[in-house]
């Protein structure tokens, strides 16, 4: 046999081989009473919504549990009615009195009773996990907590707090996911050494949301099964199947071919090619993160010098990062409450100019050349964006040393002050104004872990006006108070506010019904049908 | 009392093997600048939080205390509760290695099976044809990364001809409804008896244990290659030469059986690498296994997750080079 016979006989069992392969792969778009996401699921810890506090587990919360109000999911600054159908504040503005909604039952059958309600924030607060600085914002911890809630009968329970704060506010907290309710008979089934059904919650569900945790196996999926006694009927779709594709670009192979129906994470190139791909559509959705410098003002006595701050507001690139190195995933944006909050403020008054940046950093006698420690999260787009800073900065001689980091090591040294400046990006923890407000403008005596605090910059002042705002009950009013706030942080403060985030989802193009809002936690999947 | 002596002595090799691997792994992520508590509990968390994280996972003790204290848990089979899945290591192992040992496995055969072919016949004419195929093959297999070739090759089969599944272990179809009895998605697929599961998840398989085979090919041809060329030039080679054998006959009766030892070591050492290299390959082809698990523990300072990992990737090390210890062995016999 000759050498060409041998390779065509080769050659052709080569392909035989593939094309039999190809004949079991058959092709075909999802189940049609199946959703597919196709994301990354590494980050998720735990779907126990008193300790979950992951993209991934924040994202399915809203779809397991109801809280006692929710925001509405068209317009977020809206608060509803969820598990209690009606509330009255009590007189003296520090309680809050909640009827139960009647019907209301958990995917179990159980009916959702005040005990439910006092087991599921009580635990919130007694386990101490990531979420619970949000109910610790109403002044309950593990020792006051249990006299903080109370059944009045068997379709009232009224809360009560401590914090100075007000009605509204205390609503607000309750609709963040922590202050979802679980069912207190399923849970106490499971509970191990006292644990409060922690370890058995953070891989099921235990709600009376839309869907229940069929299965979850780390790395691998989360499957969510429609819960048929769901608040306003069945989910549309019998299955939500969340994969985890690790790698973006088999992410987005996998939307192209119909294999997923929605894809999360995907870069801005990526996002480019798909929206001239035919069968899918990009949803871009603003979200409420905001990416900003933070500036150590005890690292040196150049950082805690406010013209240096200042300095730093003019050599940031804004429409370059946003425009060309971001392409529509984040708008410029320089205040600390985002779009789409109440009070958020909307001008963009500052720009790169280099010279006055330099005739401001002269004329507080700065010395340049400066050498500044800039360590930044070691992904994208983080590090694109440090490198737009540095050369900007450059220009005036700033020289910021980019050291790439794992985040959690970024954040510890936040933690202790062991840094210069760094890029951060923040996420309202709850949809309301002081959740960034207590962040950013919030250290008497260095005593919280604020963010204002891993700044080093101590406020008392603005400490009280923001104290004030979330004690102020005219909506307008409190509107106006965080506009003055924001003003003052960007007139002098160790933070540059640069960007605003918007979050593009790629979705196949016969799927309606999908929601997604400006919070974290706003993914709605229960009226998705194809 | 010989087969007594011998199994004292490999379990004696593996615990000082392990105690050691656990001592270094140990030290390493403790002098990582990653914080385990600030990744468990995040940025925005209160200060009584963060120190409940830490008090939990005793990172608030001494170290050498940390340290007695993993030792004596892991002794007993326990190596704690993972700080990126929320689940025991000792589960989460035994869902993610099996994935792993399946892919490298079907991988290595294919690989050893070809580069072995390859390696032999590109020796028997060196400069030949062949023998350029070969090391343009070796070469590539070397020299090209392993995820863009991954990714290629999802590019070109999956989304341009549609001959192989895209990635994942199996189709959604089959993915929740098929039982996970053995971790190993053939066998629980051929044990469920549903029709086109088994063929489905062989479809799956194909692509990411082609790319790993590749990797594995490449080293083993060129190897190969090598140990038969020095061969060939050995006197015992020539004189059967000068006999009058043919060049297969050289190879296949007298050269082959002298190098079978080496040829076993070299593919041993790949299936070992494969065991605990194919991260990128799973996280191209979104497969759950150990090394994906172990990579995204190192980035979540997790250390249980990382030092069960270690331990277990450590003593399918050791089995594998007594295993290979024993065959050599065994070939050197059948010679003597």
């Known amino acids: 046999m000759s050498l060409a016979q041998t390779r065509s006989r080769l050659l052709g069992a080569i392909f035989g081989a593939s094309l039999a392969l190809g004949a079991v792969a058959a092709h075909a778009d999802t189940p049609p009473n199946v959703l597919v996401v196709a994301q990354s699921i590494d980050d998720a810890v735990s779907f126990d919504p008193a300790e979950g506090f992951e993209l991934t587990t924040v994202q399915s919360f809203n779809n397991l549990y109801q809280r006692l109000v929710q925001t509405n999911r068209d317009d977020a600054t809206k608060i509803e009615p969820a598990l209690a159908s009606a509330w009255e504040a009590g007189a003296d503005g520090k309680s809050l009195t909640l009827a139960l909604d009647g019907k209301a039952a958990f995917a179990s059958g159980n009916p959702v009773r005040p005990e439910d309600v006092i087991f599921s924030l009580s635990r919130a607060v007694k386990l101490n996990k990531a979420p619970a600085f949000i109910l610790n914002e109403l002044g309950w911890t593990a020792e006051t907590v249990d006299k903080a809630i109370e059944k009045i009968d068997d379709s009232h329970v009224k809360l009560t707090w401590s914090a100075d704060v007000g009605p509204a506010f205390a609503l607000a907290i309750l609709t963040a996911p922590i202050a979802s309710v679980v069912d207190e008979k399923v849970v106490a089934a499971a509970v191990k050494d006292g644990d409060f059904g922690n370890d058995w919650l953070k891989t099921h569900s235990a709600g009376s949301g839309a869907f229940v945790i069929a299965t979850y196996t780390a790395h691998e999926a989360l499957v969510l099964q429609a819960n048929k006694r769901a608040p306003g009927g069945a989910p549309k779709l019998e299955n939500v199947i969340i994969r985890n594709v690790p790698d973006v670009g088999a992410r987005r192979l996998l939307i192209e071919q119909g294999d997923a129906d929605i894809a999360r994470g995907l870069s801005a190139d990526q996002i480019d090619a798909l929206t001239k791909v035919k069968g899918v559509k990009v949803l871009a959705v603003p979200s409420a993160r905001t990416d900003y410098l933070l500036i150590n003002s005890k690292a040196n006595a150049t950082l805690g010098n406010p013209a240096f701050w200042e300095a730093a507001r003019y050599l940031v690139d804004y429409e370059g990062i946003a425009k060309d190195l971001l392409r529509g995933q984040s708008q410029v944006h320089q205040a600390f409450l985002p779009v789409g909050f109440p009070g958020a403020l909307t001008d963009t008054p500052f720009k790169l100019d280099v010279e006055k940046a330099k005739k401001i950093l002269a004329d507080a006698k700065i010395a340049v050349p400066v050498k500044v420690e800039f360590p930044v999260f070691n992904d994208q787009p983080f590090l694109s964006i440090a490198q737009s800073l540095q050369s900007t900065f450059a220009k005036a001689g700033i020289d910021l040393d980019i050291q790439p980091g794992v985040a959690s090591d970024i954040y510890a040294k936040g933690r202790s002050g062991n840094y210069q400046v760094t890029l951060r990006y923040w996420i309202p923890d709850y949809f309301d104004p002081h959740s960034n407000a207590s962040a950013f403008a919030i250290n008497k005596d260095n005593s919280a872990n604020t963010v204002a605090k891993q700044a080093g910059w101590v406020i008392p002042k603005l400490t009280d006006e923001t104290l004030a705002a979330v004690k102020e009950q005219d909506p307008a009013k409190r509107a106006t108070l965080y506009q003055d706030l924001q003003r003052e942080v960007q007139k002098s403060s160790p933070y540059v506010f640069i960007l605003q985030g918007s979050d593009q989802v790629v979705l196949r193009d016969n799927l309606k019904g999908y929601k997604q809002g400006l919070n974290a936690d706003q993914v709605y999947y229960d009226r998705v049908e194809k | ?336």
């Not at chain 2, 090919?217 to 030469?241: D, F, K, M, P, S």
């Not at chain 2, 009766?253 to 070299?266: D, K, W």
Request: charged share 10%; proline share 5%.
């Open chain 2, 1 to 336: 009392m010989h087969f007594v002596w011998v199994a004292l002595r490999w379990l004696i090799s593996l615990a000082l093997t392990l105690l050691g691997l656990v001592v270094v792994t140990f030290a390493m992520t403790r002098l990582s600048p990653v914080d385990p508590a600030t990744q468990m509990v995040g940025s925005h968390a209160s200060a009584s939080s963060y120190q409940a994280a830490r008090e939990a996972l005793g990172l608030d003790q001494p170290l050498p205390i940390q340290f007695l204290h993993y030792l004596r848990m892991a002794a007993s089979g326990d190596f704690g509760q993972s700080i990126s899945t929320g689940q025991p290591v000792a589960s989460d192992i035994a869902r993610t290695f099996p994935a792993t040992l399946e892919l490298a496995t079907v991988a290595i055969i294919m690989g050893a099976a070809l580069g072995l072919c390859l390696g032999i016949f590109a020796a028997m004419r060196p400069g030949g044809v062949f023998d350029a195929v070969a090391r343009l093959i070796s070469l590539v297999g070397y020299s090209v990364p392993i995820f863009w070739l991954g990714l290629l090759m999802l590019l070109l089969f999956y989304a341009r001809l549609h001959w192989a599944p895209g990635p994942g272990r199996l189709d959604v179809l089959f993915q929740y409804t098929v039982p996970a009895r053995t971790g190993f998605v053939l066998l629980d697929t051929w044990l469920s008896g549903k029709p086109g599961a088994f063929r489905d998840a062989l479809a799956h398989l194909a692509l990411p244990a082609t790319v790993l085979m590749f990797y594995a090919l490449a080293g083993i041809a060129r190897l190969t290659r090598a140990l038969v060329l020095t061969e060939l030039g050995q006197e015992y080679a020539l004189t059967a030469y000068a006999k009058g054998a043919a060049v297969h006959r050289v190879v296949f009766v007298h050269v082959l059986p002298n190098i079978a030892g080496q040829l076993i070591t070299i593919c041993a050492l790949a299936y070992a690498s494969l065991l605990e290299g194919a991260v990128l390959t799973e996280t191209v082809f979104a497969w759950p296994g150990i090394g994906r698990y172990l990579t995204t523990a190192m980035f979540a300072g997790d250390m249980p997750a990382i030092l069960g990992g270690t331990i277990v990737i450590g003593a399918s090390f050791v089995l594998l080079n007594t295993l290979t210890d024993l065959a050599v062995g065994r070939t050197a016999r059948g010679r003597a």
